[in-house]
């Protein structure tokens, strides 16, 4: 699931200035979000609609696996 999300923030943001952490909890699947300010503006999108599209992307291949996904993003600190 990691590695679906790096694959979909690398095309959205044309970057590898960000960091994905993975962890889980039960059937829950945490996957934190670590970014440069201005790449989080793209990685969220307007009105919050490419998040949530990723969120969507990501919460059907958690049902393939049986999990719950939660996508979680952060400024980066340096």
Known sequence: MKKLLEFI???ITGSK???VSESTE???LTLDVSAK???IGMIIGKEGKTIKN???IL???GV???KSVRINVTEATS
């Open 9 to 11: 923030l690398k095309k």
């Open 17 to 19: 200035d960000f960091s």
């Open 26 to 28: 039960g059937t829950f």
């Open 37 to 39: 300010p201005e790449i």
């Open 54 to 56: 990723i969120r969507k």
């Open 59 to 61: 919460s059907v291949r």
């Open 64 to 66: 393939l696996e049986q």
